[in-house]
Nanobody, 124 residues
Framework: QMQLLESGGGLVQAGGSLRLSCAAS????????MAWFRQAPGKEREFVAL????????FTADSVKGRFNISSDNAKSTVYLQLNSLKPEDTALYYC?????????????????WGQGTQVTVSS
């Protein structure tokens, strides 16, 4: 079993920044690849970024490339998502996820574990 706990969401003005955190727990958390997804109201859940625990491989979705950055801290079993230059269209519930393999992009159906989500709201 694996538990994922997100934090760091909130309300921010357009152009602002936030840092999301995802704390992982469970005996085998480092066997998984970690990712962030998001879901806006009325829309499907979509991939945002992915990283390995070693940090040697990471990539982001084209929609956030150059603005969002994913990182991992194996010692703290925590994954981060830095959100910069936020836009109103970035407003969504952001979910931390664990997958068993790397895919570009990873489909929602292949996620093994989900966090409960943290809300990001960007005002114009």
């Amino acid at each position: 079993q694996m538990q994922l706990l997100e934090s760091g969401g909130g309300l921010v003005q357009a152009g602002g920044s936030l840092r999301l955190s995802c704390a992982a727990s469970g005996r085998t958390f480092d066997k998984y690849v970690m990712a962030w997804f998001r879901q806006a109201p009325g829309k499907e859940r979509e991939f945002v970024a992915l990283i390995t625990w070693s940090g040697d491989l990471s990539f982001t979705a084209d929609s956030v490339k150059g603005r969002f950055n994913i990182s991992s801290d194996n010692a703290k079993s925590t994954v981060y998502l830095q959100l910069n230059s936020l836009k109103p269209e970035d407003t969504a519930l952001y979910y931390c996820a664990a997958l068993s393999r790397i895919q570009r992009p990873p489909p929602v159906r292949d996620v093994h574990y989900w966090g409960q989500g943290t809300q990001v709201t960007v005002s114009s």
